[in-house]
């Protein structure tokens, strides 16, 4: 009798400790992944930062020559207006840039400056030579930003193709041996 009671709080003292450990790693692997979409995210949102900052010094570069070719006309006040909060100042540098700017330059600017249908905005871009409107996955655009002319962008986005790439299962040890390693759990 008392050798079997023994056994019985032996084995539920057994379950519990299982169960608990269940539970530790459980939460281990939420905590795991909780981690992984929060690092997802600040990569997303630096990747979007820098391609939002890339637009803006491109289009600065635009009017800058374009008020080289146009000595009269102040373009770096027209794209100060264009990026004003107020509508109708906005508006106000649309109409200024329809009235200085000569077809083709017109529409080409325009589409980059002018808020339109997506749909209108594909149909100028291929007059001038850009491929048709395609829906692009995440790794396409990935592999479209790894080869862009600005140096800190194509790193960006290599970086996070790999991340993805490691954290896709790719290479499971070599992802997760590090993490190991930084809580002490791994091989010493």
Known sequence: GGLAVEHAEHDAGDTECGVQVL????????????????EELALQQLLEELLVEQEANVL???????ALLNP?????RLL????????EIRSSSIELLNAVLLPPVRE???????????????????????????ELDRDQL??????????MLRGLAAHYAQW??????????AWIEPLLEESGEGAA
């Open 164 to 173: 993805l790439e490691r954290r896709s299962g790719a290479d499971q040890e």
């Open 23 to 38: 539970r530790d790693e459980r939460d281990g692997l939420e905590e795991f992944s909780d981690a992984l979409e929060r």
């Open 72 to 76: 009269g006309e102040d373009f770096l």
């Open 108 to 134: 080409a600017v325009l589409a980059l400056v002018d808020e339109r249908p997506e749909a209108e905005w594909w149909a100028i871009a291929a007059r001038y030579g850009l491929p048709p409107e395609r």
């Open 142 to 151: 990935l592999a479209i930003l790894t080869r862009a002319p600005n140096e």
């Open 80 to 87: 100060r207006g264009l990026r004003s909060r107020r509508r």
């Open 60 to 66: 600065e570069r635009l009017f800058r020559v374009l």
